[in-house]
């Protein structure tokens, strides 16, 4: 049964368990909790005045016990640096991050996986890598990436210089020859220039290269311009009624908040949301291929929500559209049990037990759907720097 199939199955199952009540509408509106039980949703009218509230004073979220409550909030603005080193990394780093010459190719630059008006991502599902070939996971957005703790769904980069450092080095993605780079940068006059600008006097070298594109890529950080940021600006009418039923059902029935919580609306940390494939053709152990704990076994970084109606497909593997995900997660996501071959494996994978079938009627799919729509912010244009160039010294 392919996942696509299975996602219907699983969204059908969980449609089906649901039990449907009519509630009034200015009133309270009936709904189920997490085991199927008929609870009541506050009013519109009572939403509102509940949400006008500092979020710190918001109704109690549904969290998990040993789950920390890290309330969602404003992305933190970065503070004016009048430092002119940093001002020319940032410049430099804007050039390299275009710069198709870095690759093996050269022809593949950073942007081409991380587009601004794709939300710093490339809309596919998985990424297209060196010779044009399909890469195995999806690009992770790149918006407020500097706030990160780790990199790449695997967390295996502790740092974005590392990062910069493993994709120019990949042979499946940039394929980059270290020392042919040194070599076309250094025979520059334009980017000689920018990195005696921006690290002083002494000679190019790949941990300034990664410094220079880890600057530039701190400045893609959020812009405030989302429904979801006027309305915690305290512009209470910014989102629409369907949006702030979702806002308190991401908080509480939903049970979101377990796993997407603080202002990047990711806890940074890594789950196993049943999407192993686990001895199938699209298998990825995740976190387990770098630390090898059988523990982390199909455990990957929780993304952050942020800007996500720009950066769909959604999932490590870019299998599904926003609906999608919304069903696999209603229903409690895949627990594909063992095969006869499979009793003993040490290494099969455990799904988080945050996921739980969450029997969110129709309705209420849709209202979730509203809320993160409402995180989506303008789209950005960026227009790549002209080429600097090479062999003029």
């Known amino acids: 049964m392919s996942w696509r199939v299975c ?30 039980q008929a609870v009541a949703l506050p009013a519109i009218d009572e939403l509102r005045r509940l949400y006008a509230r500092d979020p710190a004073a918001w109704p109690a979220p549904g969290l998990d016990d040993g ?43 950073c942007a081409s996986c991380h587009d601004a008006e794709l939300g710093f991502a490339d809309g596919r599902a998985t990424s297209l890598g060196k010779d044009a070939k399909p890469l195995k996971r999806n690009a992770p957005a790149l918006l407020n990436t500097g706030l990160r703790q780790s990199w ?49 006097p002494g000679p190019i070298a790949m941990d300034k290269v990664a410094a220079s594109i880890a600057a530039y890529e701190r400045t893609f950080v959020s812009d405030g311009s989302s429904a979801f940021d006027d309305f915690l600006e305290g512009d209470h009418e910014a989102l629409s009624d369907s949006e702030l039923r979702g806002l308190h ?81 209603n229903a409690g996501m895949p627990r594909p049990p063992r095969r006869a071959d499979q009793q003993d494996d040490p290494l099969f994978p455990t799904k988080s037990p945050h996921l739980q079938r969450l029997f969110l009627e129709d309705e209420e799919k849709a209202d979730v759907k509203a ?23």
């Open 249 to 329: 059902l991401f908080r509480t029935k939903a049970r979101c908040l377990n796993c997407h919580n603080g202002p990047l609306l990711s806890d940074e940390q890594f789950h196993n949301a049943g999407l192993t494939y686990y001895g199938r053709e699209l298998q990825d152990l995740g976190r387990y291929e770098q630390t090898k704990d059988p523990a982390d076994v199909g455990r990957f970084r929780t993304p952050s929500l942020r800007n996500i109606g720009r950066t769909a497909p959604y999932m490590h593997n870019g299998q599904f559209d926003l609906d999608g995900v919304l069903n696999m997660y």
């Open 152 to 200: 790449f769904w695997d967390g295996r980069a502790a740092s974005l210089e590392d990062q910069a450092l493993a994709v120019l080095a990949n042979p499946a993605e940039m394929d980059a020859d270290f020392e042919a780079v040194v070599a076309f940068l250094s025979s520059s006059r334009g980017y000689s220039e920018r990195f005696e600008a921006a690290f002083g």
């Open 7 to 36: 996602a219907m199955f699983l969204a059908s199952a969980a449609s089906s368990a649901c039990t449907t009540q009519e509630g009034s509408v200015s009133s309270t509106a009936a709904t189920t909790n997490a085991v199927g």
């Open 67 to 109: 789950v920390v409550h890290r309330e969602l909030g404003l992305v933190p603005r970065p503070l004016r640096d009048e430092d002119p080193r940093l001002a020319a990394r940032i410049e430099l780093g804007e050039h390299l991050y275009f710069d198709g010459r870095l690759s093996g190719s050269g022809q593949m630059s």
């Open 371 to 393: 809320f993160l729509s409402s995180l989506t912010e303008r789209r950005r244009r960026v227009k790549p720097p002209a080429p600097l160039a090479a062999g003029d010294l």
